[in-house]
T-cell receptor, first 113, second 115 residues
Framework: DQQVKQNSPSLSVQEGRISILNCDYT??????FLWYKKYPAEGPTFLIS?????DKNEDGRFTVFLNKSAKHLSLHIVPSQPGDSAVYFC????????????FGTGTRLTVIP | GAGVSQSPSNKVTEKGKDVELRCDPI?????LYWYRQSLGQGLEFLIY????????KSGLPSDRFSAERTGGSVSTLTIQRTQQEDSAVYLC?????????????FGPGTRLTVL
C-alpha cells in the first residue's frame, strides 16, 4: 500500500529550463513533507521540506508547492542544471508522532546540457 | 565530519543463509533508522531506535528480521533464513533527535542479493 506516489519514473529537461517533479499522497494524517535527492551509490540527501500549514517553501532554485485539498505536492527546480541530474524522492511524515518517513518510488531527473 | 557509514556495500548470499548488515551512525546522533528499497519500490521503513527507548519495530516484514543497537551507537540488522524477496538496498539513517527539526542523514546503503 503505497501512501506516497511518484507516478513519473523519469523526467528529462533541457539545461536552463524548469523541472517539475510531482508527488501524490493518500494519508490525510501526513503533516510534513520532504524531498530527498539521491546520486548513484550514495544515500539520499535532504533537499527541501514543507509543513502542512504552508503551501509554498522556496530555497534558492528549489521551490516546493503543497496542495492539501488535492493531496499533491511538487518540486520545481529553476533553472535546471546538469548537476541536478539524480533520483528525487518525495517523503512524508505522519502527524501521529511516528518518526519514520514514508517515501515515494522516486523520479529520475536528467538535465540535458 | 564523517557521515553515516554502512558495511558491506554489497552482499550476495544464498537463499536460507543468515546475513548481518552494519550501520555506523553519525557520532552523537541518538536516533537511528533502517529502511529498505526493493526494486521498483520506494524506501520502506523497517525499524527505529531512539536513545535507550524500546525500538519501534512496526516496519519489520517478518520475524526473520531483527535489529539491535549496541551502546546507543552501531546498529546491526540481521536477516535469518534469507529469501529471494529480501533482495533490496538496505539504508540506514541517523538524526540528532526526533521531531521535525532533525534531519535524517542517510548512509550509502547495502545492496543485498539473495540467490
Amino acid at each position: 500500500d503505497q501512501q506516497v506516489k511518484q507516478n513519473s519514473p523519469s523526467l528529462s529537461v533541457q539545461e536552463g529550463r524548469i523541472s517539475i517533479l510531482n508527488c501524490d499522497y493518500t494519508n490525510s494524517m501526513f503533516d510534513y513533507f520532504l524531498w530527498y535527492k539521491k546520486y548513484p551509490a550514495e544515500g539520499p540527501t535532504f533537499l527541501i521540506s514543507i509543513s502542512s500549514i504552508k503551501d509554498k517553501n522556496e530555497d534558492g532554485r528549489f521551490t516546493v508547492f503543497l496542495n492539501k485539498s488535492a493531496k499533491h505536492l511538487s518540486l520545481h527546480i529553476v533553472p535546471s542544471q546538469p548537476g541536478d541530474s539524480a533520483v528525487y524522492f518525495c517523503a512524508a511524515r505522519d502527524q501521529t508522532g511516528a518518526n519514520n518517513l514514508f517515501f515515494g518510488t522516486g523520479t529520475r531527473l536528467t538535465v540535458i546540457p | 565530519g564523517a557521515g553515516v557509514s554502512q558495511s558491506p556495500s554489497n552482499k550476495v548470499t544464498e537463499k536460507g543463509k543468515d546475513v548481518e548488515l552494519r550501520c555506523d551512525p553519525i557520532s552523537g546522533h541518538t536516533a537511528l533508522y533502517w529502511y529498505r528499497q526493493s526494486l521498483g519500490q520506494g524506501l520502506e521503513f523497517l525499524i527505529y531506535f531512539q536513545g535507550n527507548s524500546a525500538p519501534d519495530k512496526s516496519g519489520l516484514p517478518s520475524d526473520r528480521f531483527s535489529a539491535e543497537r549496541t551502546g546507543g551507537s552501531v546498529s546491526t540488522l540481521t536477516i535469518q533464513r534469507t529469501q529471494q524477496e529480501d533482495s533490496a538496498v538496505y539504508l540506514c539513517a541517523s538524526s540528532a533527535g526526533t521531531g521535525l527539526q532533525y534531519e535524517q542523514f542517510f548512509g550509502p546503503g547495502t545492496r543485498l542479493t539473495v540467490l
